[in-house]
């Protein structure tokens, strides 16, 4: 069983708070960053070098950190890699090129309305009125940002559909990766920083097999421009970077509210459409209007009257 903390009803603390904000724009930043990347690469191999990128930089510091980890700890914190690094940010790759940055993020908003259907599955956890009008706004927001069309025009037939899986499969494996990452920080898990690293690890390692292959899979058309500043600034901000206030997060606030705050990327992202040649229209600005009003119902962050 996954141990969890109460619910704070006290005030909340502004590091977590503002850790898990810069998260999201982190990630809103970079996932528009590796869309415009240039590549060969399937989304599998990509996310592997990313992985590796981002290990190589953060293991220098988390190894000068004194570390206390407890086996559950470890495991966990591995496990949680493995579902929400490798498999999910695969996935989310491979819906990032068939959906753009703000539709994708978008999608993956509904990590708190599946973490709060969850309890209900699993837990018994049955949500406030608030709460479930919450899970509606972020339905609605899912709902619009299927029914719009893909910034790019050269995609194959059904591509639009198939992404609409993918981002699905990685808003779950995301949750689960967040819930895992949780459980571990609780178990008596290492610093940020080095909670960070072993997720990254873990997902590494279990994706070593795909670097057989590789630099042929690698050859293709080179572009005039180089394409490692991009990659390198796209894992600075995504992946290391945005790891780190992750786990900071999580660390400092109860899931529900960092998964929450986590999910407001899809509005961080909207002032970003127009440079990749999204016109996010009335249906994405009250998508990401409706996501970030039921993200903050969901987490508590406003409630009813009576509610």
Same mark, same amino acid.
């Given at each position: ?67 206390? /980890? ?51 599955? &699993? &837990? ?15 339905? &609605?927001?899912?709902?619009?940002? /299927? ?89 600075? &901000? ?56 039921? /993200? ?12």
């Amino acid at each position: 069983m996954i141990a969890t903390l109460p619910p704070s009803c006290g005030p909340l603390s502004a590091a977590p708070v503002a850790a898990a904000l810069a998260a999201a724009f982190c990630w809103a930043f970079a996932s528009l960053l590796w869309r415009r990347l240039p590549t060969s690469l399937s989304a599998a191999r990509l996310n592997l070098l990313k992985n590796l990128l981002a290990v190589a930089l953060l293991l220098p510091l988390a190894l000068a950190l004194p570390w206390q /980890v407890a086996p559950r700890s470890l495991l966990l914190l591995a496990l949680s890699g493995v579902l929400g690094i490798a498999l999910g940010d695969t996935l989310f790759f491979a819906a990032l090129r068939r959906l753009g940055t703000r539709r994708t993020l978008t999608i993956d908003a509904g990590g708190p309305a599946v973490t709060s259907l969850a309890g209900v599955a &699993l &837990l018994g956890e049955v949500p406030r009125l608030a709460q479930w009008l919450g899970i509606a706004l972020i339905s &609605l927001a899912v709902l619009l940002v /299927v029914h719009q069309r893909a910034p790019r025009e050269d995609q194959p037939e059904g591509a639009e559909g198939v992404g609409v899986a993918l981002a699905l499969g990685a808003l779950a494996c995301g949750s689960g990766g967040a819930l895992l990452a949780r459980a571990g920080l609780l178990a008596g898990g290492p610093e940020p920083l080095q909670a960070a690293t072993l997720r990254l690890g873990a997902a590494a390692v279990v994706m070593l097999p795909l670097l057989v292959g590789l630099a042929r899979a690698a050859q293709g058309p080179r572009p005039a421009s180089r394409r490692w500043p991009l990659a390198l600034a796209a894992t600075l &901000l995504g992946t290391s970077a945005g790891i780190v206030l992750q786990q900071t997060a999580l660390a400092g606030l109860p899931g529900g509210l960092a998964v929450a705050l986590l999910s407001t990327a899809p509005v961080m992202a909207l002032p970003l459409a127009a440079l990749e040649g999204d016109r996010p229209g009335w249906r994405g600005v009250v998508a990401a209007a409706a996501a970030l009003a039921g /993200v903050s119902l969901v987490a508590g962050l406003v409630g009813l009257p009576g509610a």
